[in-house]
């Protein structure tokens, strides 16, 4: 499918490396923080949320760092694998407003 | 579960031409945003859909329109078509509204594609 990549940072690792995907967020009153997975020719999937009281979570492989001093966010993956070479985005939502979403980092995974 | 399917995921369309995009939600979903995808501009927010009503809108000229049926089922309309609206169009839905937890994690169908000649 056509690339949703064209002008995107780019994080290339090698199978197997651990991968830090980083995002800065623009709103401080945002209470939750979304990270979504797009592979190519596919719909944004979800990975995984953090509230803003939490600083840290993890999940299968990935693990969501939050910096609220510096309206920061990070993805951790662990054991990077070609599967996951995608764009990521993160996205900031406060209660049942619209989210508002990065542009996105291109993760190549190499063998 | 089904996720979100978006119908059709490829469309051509000429200037000047109308489409209509379909989306049917999560089942028991009642919230359906629609989001225009282009490399340039990453993902931009079209409209939210929420119980048949239009609950919020984002900054697109009138020619994009959308709807949703009782059965939460959603339509987006674009009249007037323009080179500009080769996208992809992302439709998601979410449990707004629904458990305690108050969120608005939207999960994503596949997108339509569309070319406009």
């Known amino acids: 499918g056509e690339s949703v990549g064209l002008h995107l940072p780019t994080l290339s690792v090698q199978e197997g490396d651990n991968s830090i995907i980083n995002c800065a967020y623009s709103?401080?009153?945002?209470?939750?923080f979304i990270w979504y997975k797009q592979e190519s020719g596919k719909g944004p999937q979800f990975i995984i949320d953090?509230?803003?009281?939490?600083d840290k979570r993890q999940g299968q492989r990935v693990t969501v760092l939050l910096n609220k001093t510096v309206k920061h966010l990070s993805l951790q993956i662990a054991a990077t694998q070609p599967g996951d070479s995608a764009v990521y985005f993160c996205a900031e939502g406060w209660g049942y407003s619209t989210l508002t979403f990065g542009k996105g980092t291109m993760l190549l995974v190499s063998p | 579960k089904a996720g979100v399917t978006q119908t059709p995921r490829y469309l051509i369309k000429t200037r000047g031409q109308q489409v209509t995009l379909s989306c049917s939600p999560i089942?028991?979903?009642?919230?359906v945003s629609w989001y225009q995808q282009t490399p340039g501009q990453g993902l931009q927010f079209l409209f939210e859909y929420f119980s048949e009503t239009q609950r919020n809108k984002g900054n697109f000229p009138g020619r994009f329109s959308g709807r949703q049926f009782s059965n939460s089922r959603s339509e987006m309309n674009v009249s007037t078509l323009e080179l500009g609206d080769s996208a992809l169009y992302l439709c998601?839905?979410?449990?707004?509204?629904?458990?305690?937890?108050?969120?608005?994690?939207?999960?994503f169908g596949a997108g339509t594609r569309l070319s406009v000649l």
């Open positions: 089942s028991g979903h009642r919230s």
């Open positions: 953090i509230r803003s009281n939490m």
């Open positions: 998601a839905s979410s449990a707004l509204g629904q458990g305690k937890k108050k969120k608005n994690i939207q999960y």
């Open positions: 709103n401080s009153a945002s209470d939750y």
